[in-house]
């Protein structure tokens, strides 16, 4: 079974910035497409970005494009998000995910693996 381990959230001021790290257990993560969604309390879990691990074809949602970037260490089986120009708006709990499929998808239910998810705070 494959384990996901976040790391690297914060608080933060707005306009600050934050990098997001994902550690994959499994050796090999070829045709997999990884992804961020984010939760915050009340709200739907949403798509943030993913990226295909083989291609490194990124997705961003409209909300972060232009202020995130994501990118993958392939050899380290680790997925990055780094979130620059942080908004109020961004406070949420971020989660990374995997999907056993070389395409990225914005539906949450569509990923089999999920980290346990690190809380990202931003104040005004």
């Known amino acids: 079974q494959e384990q996901l381990v976040e790391s690297g959230g914060g608080l933060v001021q707005a306009g600050g910035s934050l990098r997001l790290s994902c550690v994959a257990s499994t050796r090999t993560l070829d045709n997999y497409a990884m992804s961020w969604f984010r939760q915050a309390p009340g709200k739907e879990r949403e798509f943030v970005s993913g990226?295909?691990?083989?291609?490194?074809?990124?997705t961003y949602a409209d909300t972060v494009k232009g202020r995130f970037t994501v990118s993958r260490e392939k050899n380290g089986n680790t997925l990055y998000l780094q979130m620059n120009n942080l908004r109020p708006g961004d406070t949420a709990a971020y989660y990374c995910?995997?999907?056993?499929?070389?395409?990225?998808?914005?539906?949450?239910?569509?990923?089999?693996?999920w980290g346990q998810g690190t809380q990202v705070s931003v104040f005004s």
């Open positions: 990226i295909t691990w083989t291609g490194g074809d990124a």
């Open positions: 995910a995997a999907r056993s499929y070389n395409r990225v998808s914005s539906f949450p239910e569509e990923y089999e693996c």
